[in-house]
């Protein structure tokens, strides 16, 4: 253990080097990612498009490595042991059957316009995350396609929008990512689920509040909020 950690509780002491394991390993996703949009430019559109812009990683290389083990460093640790057991059972029996990468040329460069539009703004900064977001194996492909959008967005307990987590076992629950394609679909025998690993410009944050459907504006030039958030239970939906 580190020296400095010696006289924390254990379970403080395993969240805390968790976190910095997670860490580490986000730098490594985004040293990857940058590495793979710098040739994202080479690639055929035609092609791309042909594969539903998706692109599959083998297991055992560097990058989807380092995806299976950020997934695991980021089951949630809670104080709360009942919600802790539950967002942990909820991930095992399961493991990792394949990593798809994202390759679409135009929503990237949507995502890099609003990133260089952020940087140069001097009231808010990008606050790239990496969060999770479960979901449906029929959602999988609009996603991919046109990106999230509200419009499609049915929860509103914080603020009505699309949500993620920092953590994937809140997103991997049954209600985020549904294990059985959808209601009113044949059941999955293999109980495949789905759960996106996404770069996000969470931007300026405000708590959110039930029910609301535009940002409220901010005490920095009256500008409006980037996005909302909840920190309770450490589970951080944005």
């Known amino acids: 253990l580190h020296p400095q950690l010696g006289a924390l509780p254990l379970l403080l002491q395993r969240q805390l080097h968790r976190r910095a394991r997670r860490d580490e390993l986000a730098l490594q996703l985004h040293h990857f990612l940058d590495g793979l949009a710098a040739s994202l430019g080479a690639l055929q559109l035609g ?37 802790l057991m539950h967002y942990f059972v909820g991930v095992q029996g399961y493991y990792v059957k394949e990593v798809l990468l994202v390759c679409n040329p135009m929503l990237y460069a949507a995502f890099k316009g609003m990133t260089d539009a952020m ?8 606050n790239e995350e990496l969060l999770f977001h479960g ?14 959008t509200r419009d499609k967005a049915t929860r509103a307990q914080y603020g009505h929008g699309v949500y993620f987590s920092p953590w994937s076992s809140y997103s991997f629950q049954d209600n985020y990512s549904v294990p059985f394609g ?26 959110g509040v039930n029910g609301l459907h535009q940002m409220p504006r901010g005490d920095v030039a009256n500008k409006t909020y980037d996005s909302f958030h909840n920190s309770e239970h450490g589970s951080q939906k944005l």
């Open 47 to 83: 092609d791309l498009a042909a594969k539903e812009f998706l692109v599959p990683i083998k297991l055992d290389t560097k990058f989807a490595s380092a995806v299976v083990r950020y997934f695991k460093h980021s089951i949630a640790f809670d104080r709360n042991k009942s919600r």
């Open 119 to 126: 940087v140069v703004d001097p009231h808010t900064e990008p």
């Open 182 to 207: 959808g209601v009113g679909t044949t059941p999955n025998p293999d109980q495949v689920k789905h759960v996106l690993l996404t770069r996000c410009l969470t931007g300026t944050s405000a708590p």
């Open 135 to 148: 979901t449906s194996q029929q959602a999988v492909k609009p996603i991919v396609l046109n990106n999230f």
